[in-house]
């Protein structure tokens, strides 16, 4: 029996610059929303993001390699390669039951349709309440 396709979802792979870290995330179809974030870290890395619950987000390689930095309220886990230095993941601060992937790091070919909204990251809590970002960390349907 061949197994059952979700039509609803789509299966994004990706990862680091060096390729030692790879993944696969599921997210809705036909439009990806994408957070640009202006928080110091995001501006520096010039990072857009999507967020998926954890549950979406499968680790495929690189276990090992993968380093964390965190600051301030050390909620979000600053996600990098220890090869490369490149951060394709991390657990967003806004949603820490989720994956944030960013947005560059998606292989070509799967992404018909991105929605890029902004996110006041240094006005962190005024933010948070007012661009529905919480509601990434619904589960999928």
């Known amino acids: 029996m061949d197994p059952v396709v979700d ?4 299966t994004h792979t990706g990862g680091c610059h060096c390729g030692t870290i790879t993944w696969e995330v599921n997210t809705p179809k036909p439009t990806l929303t994408a957070w640009k974030c202006n928080c110091t870290n995001c501006a520096m890395r010039g990072n857009i993001h999507f967020i998926v619950p954890a549950q979406n987000f499968r680790l495929l390689t690189g276990h090992s390699n993968v380093s964390t930095y965190t600051f301030g309220t050390r909620t979000a886990k600053h996600t990098f390669c220890s090869v490369c230095g490149v951060t394709s993941f991390y657990t967003p601060r806004s949603n820490p039951d989720c994956v944030a992937v960013t947005l560059a790091c998606v292989h070509p070919g799967t992404i018909s349709h991105v929605e890029i909204k902004c996110f006041d990251g ?3 809590e005024n ?3 007012s661009t529905g970002i919480s509601h990434c960390s619904k589960l999928l349907d």
């Open 127 to 129: 933010s948070y309440s």
């Open 7 to 10: 039509e609803t979802l789509v």
């Open 122 to 124: 240094l006005n962190w």
